[in-house]
């Protein structure tokens, strides 16, 4: 004997699948242990690259670099919040950590740039002081991206 689908259970259904849906939008983001660790390397290497010893500058930016490439793209784009579901990135977006990757490359040249500023200006440690400021932007500013991720991907999502 075969059920006879209402067009009211459809729709139920399909509302159904489209909060679960939107459910699973709403865990895009990125652990706080990411962008304290970024934050916190950040600073570390604006200390190091004030001591003016290039070859410590040099190893310190490639430790960072090692260490960053080889987390973030467990957790970049905000699709492995936790250790449970891995959302598609169908839903989260493809392409996420392009955007997450470019605000990053902006904040090193605001860093960059606001050092070469701050030492003209006779600042005593100049690349630590703008490496602090960045800091905080990673900390306040990380989860006001990934909520703009969150909500470019609610409005990418199809209704059904």
């Known amino acids: 004997m075969i059920n006879e689908v209402t067009p009211a259970d459809a729709s139920a259904a399909l509302a159904r699948i489209d909060q679960s849906r939107r459910q699973v939008i709403d865990e895009i983001d990125m652990p706080r242990w990411y962008w304290i660790g970024l934050a916190l390397g950040w600073v570390a290497l604006g200390v190091v690259a004030d001591l003016e010893r290039p070859v410590a ?56 740039a606001g050092a070469l500023a701050t030492s003209a200006d006779g600042t005593r440690h100049p690349v630590t002081t703008v490496s602090i400021f960045a800091a905080i932007l990673l900390l306040l500013g990380g989860p006001h991206l990934m909520s703009a991720i969150r909500n470019r991907a609610h409005r990418a999502s199809v209704p059904l």
């Not at 959302?87 to 997450?100: E, L, M």
């Not at 990757?101 to 902006?106: K, M």
């Open 57 to 112: 500058t040099f190893v310190a930016t490639l430790a960072f670099g090692a260490a960053h490439a080889a987390t973030s793209h467990h957790v970049m784009g905000g699709r492995h919040r936790t250790s449970g579901a891995r959302i598609s990135a169908d839903v989260a977006g493809r392409s996420n950590p392009v955007i997450i990757g470019l605000c990053l490359i902006g904040l090193a040249i605001l860093t960059a």
